[in-house]
């Protein structure tokens, strides 16, 4: 069992910068796979990055690579998202997900944090 609480979220302009984090509870953090998701009002829930139990390989989304990076801290038991040169449209709720692999279809994900809003003003 593991338990995700995002943070780190908040209101910023057009070009800056946020770091989002997850925290996740359960002794068992390391050996699983971490991935970032993200859904605007309105639309589908869309895969931002993911990366695996190891950190040795990472997978982003087309609209966000070269610009957010993910990255993990298995002695604290934390993932977290640098998102730089935001747009408005990176504008949404974000959520950090668990899985066994690393994979960017979100129904393959077993636990999902509360989410954190993001609001990128132009």
């Known amino acids: 069992q593991v338990h995700l609480v995002e943070s780190g979220g908040g209101l910023v302009q057009a070009g800056g910068s946020l770091r989002l984090s997850c925290a996740a509870s359960?002794?068992?953090?390391?050996?699983?796979?971490m991935g970032w998701f993200r859904q605007a009002p309105g639309k589908e829930r869309e895969f931002v990055a993911a990366m695996t139990w190891s950190g040795g390989r990472t997978s982003y989304g087309d609209s966000v690579s070269g610009r957010f990076i993910i990255s993990r801290d298995n002695a604290k038991n934390t993932v977290f998202l640098q998102m730089n040169s935001l747009k408005p449209e990176d504008t949404a709720v974000y959520y950090c997900?668990?899985?066994?692999?690393?994979?960017?279809?979100?129904?393959?994900?077993?636990?999902w944090g509360q989410g954190t809003q993001v609001t990128v003003s132009s």
């Open positions: 359960g002794r068992t953090f390391s050996r699983y796979a």
């Open positions: 997900a668990a899985n066994s692999i690393l994979t960017r279809v979100a129904t393959a994900y077993d636990y």
